[in-house]
Antibody, heavy 123, light 108 residues
Framework: EVQLVESGGGLVQPGRSLRLTCAAS????????MHWVRQGPGKGLEWVAG????????GYADSVKGRFTISRDNAKNSLHLQMNSLRAEDTALYYC????????????????WGQGTLVTVSS | SYVLTQPPSVSVAPGETARITCGGY??????VHWYRQRPGQAPVLLIY???DRPSGIPERFSGSNSGNTATLTISRVEAGDEADYYC???????????FGTGTKVTVL
């Protein structure tokens, strides 16, 4: 059974940093691309970042480019999102997602989602 | 950048058919995926590659893509179908994943 468990969320002041982690199990982690998608309070889904199986291809939404960094540790079956210079508009539930394929460039659906970790940016 | 437009809400009586559209993009040969998000839960893949269903998704759920509009159809609607539904594509121009604006389905 595929399991994706996010952690690292919390309350943080604007301008500060936070690092999210996703622990993956139930599948061969290094065969698949991974993503982060967020959902603001009462809002829709927004893709944040994606990373291919070997970290060779990485992409970011324009809203986070230059501030967020996605990475993965295939030896530890974990996905990370380093979030710097946080803003109030980054407040959201952040989901860790398994891609249906190895490349993060869109051919496959996003087939398994974690339950999310909440990030609140406020002074 | 593109915005995938969905109707904000759709209301349907039990047993009837609900249709949710996704437009504002030239889908062409690109595949559309659909996700269902029940209240308080994470999204779940519902339809992929326009019309395929993952295992465990009932045949009542179907999808189509005409090139300019993608449609999710829910036949014989049940109370448990109340949820938010999102379409999604990958935009090769921007290398971004795009989600639709979301549709809340209410079962009367």
């Amino acid at each position: 059974e595929v399991q994706l468990v996010e952690s690292g969320g919390g309350l943080v002041q604007p301008g500060r940093s936070l690092r999210l982690t996703c622990a993956a199990s139930g599948f061969t982690f290094d065969d698949y691309a991974m993503h982060w998608v967020r959902q603001g309070p009462g809002k829709g889904l927004e893709w944040v970042a994606g990373i291919s199986w070997n970290s060779g291809s990485i992409g970011y939404a324009d809203s986070v480019k230059g501030r967020f960094t996605i990475s993965r540790d295939n030896a530890k079956n974990s996905l990370h999102l380093q979030m710097n210079s946080l803003r109030a508009e980054d407040t959201a539930l952040y989901y860790c997602i398994k891609d249906g394929g190895s490349d993060s460039r869109g051919y496959y659906p996003l087939d398994y989602w974690g339950q999310g970790t909440l990030v609140t940016v406020s002074s | 950048s593109y915005v995938l437009t969905q109707p904000p809400s759709v209301s349907v009586a039990p047993g009837e058919t609900a249709r949710i559209t996704c437009g504002g993009y030239n889908f062409g040969i690109k595949s559309v995926h659909w996700y269902r998000q029940r209240p308080g839960q994470a999204p779940v893949l519902l339809i992929y590659y326009d019309s395929d269903r993952p295992s465990g998704i009932p045949e009542r759920f179907s999808g189509s893509n005409s090139g300019n509009t993608a449609t999710l159809t829910i036949s014989r609607v049940e109370a448990g179908d109340e949820a938010d539904y999102y379409c999604q594509v990958w935009d090769s121009t921007s290398d971004h994943y795009l989600f639709g604006t979301g549709t809340k389905v209410t079962v009367l």
